[in-house]
């Protein structure tokens, strides 16, 4: 018999280092807050969050554009732990409580940039090879083809914005919520 612990959705979302002028091309990307809550699969509630801010190493100073998107400030990054630190706590929160879970995402753009930052750092990937891409499940449920950014599924299902949109902690709890509705309710 499974205990409740081993019935989770790792849902992760990332903010990383950007630009809107090619400054920081996407294979220099880092990641620079990590976001995630533990969903329960058989409550459906959120039992546990991580967030992290981690300074970036290839292009330290945030670009304006970053600032603005993300509302992750220069002093933010700065303070916080180099990704081999970051990654390591997380690793901890993640197998310490939930050694058994999906690690879940809006799209595929995160476990690409973990991969990325994994290899750059020389780091071991941290998950087991399943990833849930729950932007693609969201289409699969509608039964349409068009792919929704994470702000328009919300809206769709009558979900409410909580939080800034894009900080990893918020929007890996809208996800979440997304997530929550499709899995306990039929699409209308």
């Known amino acids: ?21 090619g400054i920081i091309p996407r294979h220099e990307m880092e990641i620079i807050e990590i976001g995630a ?15 992290q801010f981690i300074q970036p190493v290839r292009h330290p100073q945030l670009t304006a554009f970053c600032t603005e998107l993300t ?14 630190e970051v990654i390591y706590d ?8 939930f050694p058994n879970h999906i690690f879940c995402s809006w799209g595929n753009y ?23 891409n729950i932007k693609e499940e969201f ?6 083809s068009k792919k929704y950014g994470m702000a328009l599924a919300l ?11 894009h900080r990893g ?7 979440a919520a997304i997530y929550r509705q499709m899995k306990t309710k039929k699409p209308s």
């Not at 409740?4 to 950007?18: G, M, W």
Request: aromatic fraction near 12%; include cysteine; charge should be negative.
């Open 90 to 97: 997380f690793k901890e929160w993640i197998y310490s409580s």
């Open 37 to 51: 809550v533990m969903l329960n699969r058989t409550t459906w509630e959120i039992d546990a969050e991580f967030q």
């Open 1 to 21: 018999m499974e205990t409740k612990r081993s019935h989770y959705y790792l849902i992760v979302d990332l903010e990383a280092t950007c630009s809107d002028n």
């Open 169 to 175: 902690i918020d929007d890996a709890r809208n996800i």
């Open 71 to 84: 509302s992750i400030q220069q002093q933010d990054v700065d303070q916080a732990s180099r990704f081999s």
């Open 110 to 132: 995160d476990k690409k940039q973990f991969l990325q930052d994994c290899a750059f750092h020389h780091i071991p990937y941290p998950f087991a090879s399943e990833h849930i």
């Open 139 to 144: 289409s699969e449920y509608l039964g349409v």
């Open 155 to 165: 809206k769709e299902l009558g979900i409410k914005l909580k939080g800034t949109h």
